[in-house]
């Protein structure tokens, strides 16, 4: 077992099962505070300069600010947040889909305070968690509108597509954030990333002679569960599991449901004898 591995093993100890929930939670009270009893998330916002002038809490409470948009959409976000979420943890694990907020709240509050005049937002932290179910799950289907169903990989690309918009033309602070949120999302899946453009790669080299000899040809994807290839299942996208120790492809229906390939360390060959 690798020490990343043994370290998310030892994580899970001290993991907050179902955190996306209590997060939505939280921010349900925060905005029930603000539109029934009147009172302003001020004091709970991510103003660096308003902590290094003593108050610390801000650091964490920031976090519970709900979105700043009409009701609807605000409850339609907490419930795609805590679907989202909730599917990370159960690919994950609690351990590791705790270690990726953490990471994505500190980034935002290192990016924060960068720039210590202004606000940090938590919406970049939701980015990252929407970029990781987009990797995860690509064809899962949204209604945008309510309406028009889209497959959520093409309102990722879009995401992707205005966040390099923020980084060349946003002020200093939302590039910080950018780059807080797209950091997180590449710190956990530059593994995946890399095996997913060299299989692509490989791909495009066969193309000129696939033309040729397609049926022939061996699939540059394969399940190593249920066998499907990428010859047969042009249209599938295949994955590759960040945590088997091999290279293994799998399909969309066991990417999540498969028995890990584990690395077993070789024994120490015995001393040649004097």
């Known amino acids: 077992m690798s020490r990343f591995r043994r370290f ?13 929930l209590y997060l939505v939670i939280g921010q349900v009270a925060v905005f029930g505070m603000e539109f029934v009893g009147g009172r302003s998330s001020y004091p709970l916002w ?46 994950w694990g609690a351990g590791k ?3 990726y907020l953490l990471v994505g709240w500190a980034l935002t509050v290192g990016a924060g305070f960068l720039a210590p005049s202004s606000i940090a937002s938590n919406g970049f932290i939701a980015g990252s968690v929407f970029l990781a179910f987009a990797w995860f799950a690509p064809n899962f289907e949204l209604a945008l509108f309510f309406v028009l169903p889209v497959k959520i990989k093409w309102l990722a690309l879009i995401t992707w597509v205005f966040y390099g918009y923020t980084l060349l033309f946003g002020d200093w602070s939302a590039r910080l954030g950018v780059l807080a949120s797209t950091g997180n999302f590449l710190l956990f899946f530059s593994r995946d990333i890399w ?17 040729h000899t397609r049926e022939e040809d061996a699939a540059l994807h394969r399940c190593k569960v249920c066998g499907k290839d990428s010859n047969a299942h042009p249209e599938m996208d295949f994955r590759y599991c960040s945590k088997c120790a091999d290279d293994s492809c799998y399909c969309p229906d066991h990417i999540r449901n498969h ?10 060959p015995p001393a040649p004898r004097g």
Request: glycine share 4%; no cysteine; charged share 15%.
């Open 195 to 211: 095996l997913t453009v060299r299989h692509h790669h490989r791909r495009m080299g066969h193309e000129p002679h696939r033309r």
């Open 259 to 268: 028995e890990h390939v584990i690395e077993v360390p070789q024994e120490n």
């Open 46 to 91: 991510l103003i660096p300069a308003n902590v290094l002038a003593g108050e610390w809490w801000r650091v964490f409470t920031f976090v519970l600010v709900p979105p700043a948009a009409h009701p609807v959409f605000i409850a339609f976000a907490w419930y795609l947040f805590w679907m989202m979420g909730s599917a990370l943890e159960s690919n």
């Open 97 to 99: 889909y705790n270690l």
């Open 8 to 20: 998310l093993h030892l994580l899970e100890s001290f993991a907050i099962p179902n955190i996306s």
